[in-house]
């Protein structure tokens, strides 16, 4: 198990590296390696964003007759996640960048884009010095010009730094503690002021208080202990009221009934068989209520509710069933 990671091989003694047959392979063979997305892009076909990162498994084959500086150039088969169209890009030794083929547009970046301004505005102006050699002079006094602002600008950042150096800051923060202790001062005097102010004020409301207070004294009070206990009033004889009917409690769930004439024709009384003996007696008492006993009779006519229900369950009618 040691040997299972050596590298080194065992070569007899009478090897021979010439006699190993070489492979004749084409030279636009392609591989397939795993590499990922050197740049956002979008698909023609379907429109598919392709983020930067993305992981692929591509093709890779050398471009021919193509070269920098002796550096071969790949090409690299891709397919679009959504789609399945292929997509293909190369290296870009020149610029250290990948650039685009087909199949896909790359999306923008700026920051590629200002570098390719500034190299062609730098290639621009050396065409033109090459050709011009007024042209040359005005840009070295544009050139001369902006080297002195520069020097200016940063001769006024050294004096504002040493004029910064030369500031006693202890002093300042000295200064301005002092300052912040005088403020605190004077608002303390001022709320001492307002509680004095205050506190003279309610002094004066006192005094006006008790000067109502020795008047009302002045004047004679009823005297308190002439005030009768509190068990007297139960001796004494309370004051008449009117007294409530009482009510039966069977009025309070089916109601009172009323003896009023309505009622009158619901309820028949019993007859009574005449009695002679009586009869004498009815005749004295009827003389006298000629006489005078009207309200009486009046009283005697006008029987209680339960009255009328006992003559009711006395009735004929109730004992012939």
Not at 10 to 25: N, R, S
Not at 183 to 209: G, H, I, P, S, T
């Amino acid at each position: 198990m040691s040997e299972r990671k050596v590298l080194n091989k065992y070569y007899p003694p009478d090897f021979d590296p010439a006699k190993i047959p070489k492979l004749k392979l084409p030279k636009d063979r392609q591989y397939v390696v795993r590499l990922m997305a050197p740049f956002n892009m979008r698909c023609k076909t379907c429109g598919e964003y392709i983020y930067k990162g993305k992981k692929f498994n591509a093709r890779k084959e050398t471009v021919q007759n193509e070269s920098y500086l002796g550096l071969p150039i790949f090409r690299f088969y891709i397919k679009c996640t959504r789609c399945l169209a292929e997509i293909t890009f190369k290296t870009d030794p020149e610029n250290t960048d990948y650039t685009m083929e087909h199949g896909a547009t790359r999306n923008f970046q700026a920051e590629k884009l200002l570098e390719e301004e500034e190299k062609r505005m730098q290639k621009e102006r050396e065409e033109e010095e090459l050709n011009n050699p007024m042209k040359v002079l005005e840009n070295r006094t544009k050139d001369s010009k902006l080297e002195m602002e520069v020097l200016e600008n940063l001769q006024e950042l050294k004096e504002l730094n040493q004029r910064q150096a030369n500031v006693d800051f202890e002093a300042m923060l000295k200064q301005y503690k002092e300052l912040e202790e005088e403020q605190r001062r004077k608002e303390q005097e001022e709320d001492e002021q307002e509680m004095k102010a205050m506190l003279e004020q309610a002094q004066n409301r006192r005094l006006l208080v008790d000067s109502d207070s020795d008047e009302e004294a002045a004047k004679p009070r009823p005297n308190p202990t002439a005030q009768t206990k509190p068990t007297d009033i139960l001796q004494e004889d309370p004051q008449p009221q009117s007294k409530k009917p009482r009510t039966e409690s069977w009025e309070r769930s089916v109601g009172k009934l009323s003896t009023k004439a309505q009622l009158a024709g619901l309820v028949a009384r019993r007859k009574q068989k005449p009695d002679p003996a009586l009869d004498n007696g009815m005749e004295t008492q009827g003389t006298t209520a000629n006489t005078g006993s009207l309200p009486a009779a009046a009283a005697a006519a006008a029987t209680s509710s339960l009255g009328l229900l006992g003559a009711y369950t006395d009735s004929e009618d109730s004992t012939s069933d």
